[in-house]
Structures are given as C-alpha cells and as structure tokens.
T-cell receptor, first 115, second 117 residues
Framework: AQSVSQHNHHVILSEAASLELGCNYSYGGTVNLFWYVQYPGQHLQLLLKYFSGDPLVKGIKGFEAEFIKSKFSFNLRKPSVQWSDTAEYFCAVNWRSSNTGKLIFGQGTTLQVKP | EAGVAQSPRYKIIEKRQSVAFWCNPISGHATLYWYQQILGQGPKLLIQFQNNGVVDDSQLPKDRFSAERLKGVDSTLKIQPAKLEDSAVYLC???????????????FGPGTRLTVT
C-alpha cells in the first residue's frame, strides 16, 4: 500500500540551528511531492513542491527540499531556523498513477524552536 | 483571492447524533477534497469531487458518512450517526482542476474540529 513516513515526530531546536526533516514514501513510480506547514492556529499552507526537473527545490521562508529518487526520499531543510518556524510540518505524496491528485500524508513533525 | 471557507469551526455533539460541515472552495476551483485528521496523524482523504462528480470515495465510511457537491461549487459532509472515533478535524481543500492537469496543488481551509462525547 502507498504510505508516507516522517522519521521525526517532535523536534526541538534552538534559533539559528540547522533543520532537516526526513520524509520517505513507500515505493516508486512517478510522484509529485509536497511539504505543507501548519503554524499554530492557522490552516495548512503549501511550503514547497516538486513535480519534475531539478531535484533541489526552494520554497517560501528559506526552506528547501531535495528529492532523491533512489532513496524514495524528499527531505526538508533550512540552514538557520527562527522562532517563527515553530509549527507542524507534513510531507505529502501524490502518485501520478492515481490520476486524481490524491495526496497521502505523513504523520507530521512538530518543530519547536527555542528563542 | 479568498481562501477555502469552512463552517462551523468547532462542533461538540453526543454519540449517535448527526452533524454537517460546509465548505466553499476557492472560486473557480473544480476539484474539492474532504480530509479527516485525527490528533497526531496526517490528514486522510475521505472523498474527492471533480465538479459535482465523485472521483474517489474509497476511504469514506459510507454507512455513516455522506457528502455532496450538487452544483459543483460548495460542498457538505455529513456524519449520521456519529461515533466517538469520529472526533477529529475535518479539512476541506480545493485545487484548480486535477482532471485537466492544470494545478494539482491543494489549498486548505481552516478545518472543523469535531468532538464526539
């Protein structure tokens, strides 16, 4: 079955620390990849996306993610986190074979940044 | 541009009661989704509409859940009768037009937090 795994459930960092959140999906096939973020009290927002081309994609607020096809991974990175990055982060995968745009989400990672 | 609207934001009901949630997608978006997000988990798709037709309802518990999008714009999700395990946030999302291959990014509403006691 199609599934998405996020390795870290809860991450605590100090400001200016570097961030890497892991995301793996269950098997191959052509995929579209997304990271969503949910700030406290707000709705899910698209952080970045990968459809094709350069496997290193840049999103909003200094975030980037790298697609490694051989590892079925799409890890999220930020060189220096800020207190305002405190939020829940979700990785989501669309398998193009579904032809529906359906997203399978990981269970989410809660990031807490200490000032 | 207005985002996805949902109401109510919060609802508390007793088990075996019924409840309905409403969603208005971004104007012009043909594809609409309902997700269930249980605490500590990622959203799980319940049903997807393309205009007023159902594309995927494979994970919708059809014995108690129903959804409609009669005019291809706003949508209603209903639970009848509710169970304790239905306590969750119900999210609505829309995208431009998945069937046409133009814009599959999904934009989410604020969600409805349902508590079943």
């Amino acid at each position: 079955a199609q599934s998405v795994s996020q390795h870290n459930h809860h991450v605590i960092l100090s400001e200016a620390a570097s961030l890497e959140l892991g995301c793996n999906y269950s098997y191959g096939g052509t995929v579209n990849l997304f990271w969503y973020v949910q700030y406290p009290g707000q709705h899910l927002q698209l952080l970045l996306k990968y459809f094709s081309g350069d496997p290193l994609v840049k999103g909003i607020k200094g975030f980037e993610a790298e697609f490694i096809k051989s590892k079925f991974s799409f890890n999220l990175r930020k060189p220096s986190v800020q207190w305002s990055d405190t939020a829940e982060y979700f990785c989501a995968v669309n398998w193009r074979s579904s032809n529906t745009g359906k997203l399978i989400f990981g269970q989410g990672t809660t990031l807490q940044v200490k000032p | 541009e207005a985002g996805v609207a949902q109401s109510p934001r919060y609802k508390i009901i007793e088990k075996r009661q019924s409840v309905a949630f409403w969603c208005n997608p971004i104007s012009g978006h043909a594809t609409l989704y309902w997700y269930q997000q249980i605490l500590g988990q990622g959203p799980k798709l319940l049903i997807q509409f393309q205009n007023n037709g159902v594309v995927d309802d494979s994970q919708l518990p059809k014995d108690r859940f129903s959804a409609e999008r009669l005019k291809g714009v706003d949508s209603t999700l209903k639970i009848q009768p509710a169970k304790l395990e239905d306590s969750a946030v119900y999210l609505c999302a829309s995208s431009l037009n998945v069937a046409a291959g133009t814009g599959i990014e999904q934009y989410f509403g604020p969600g409805t937090r349902l508590t079943v006691t």
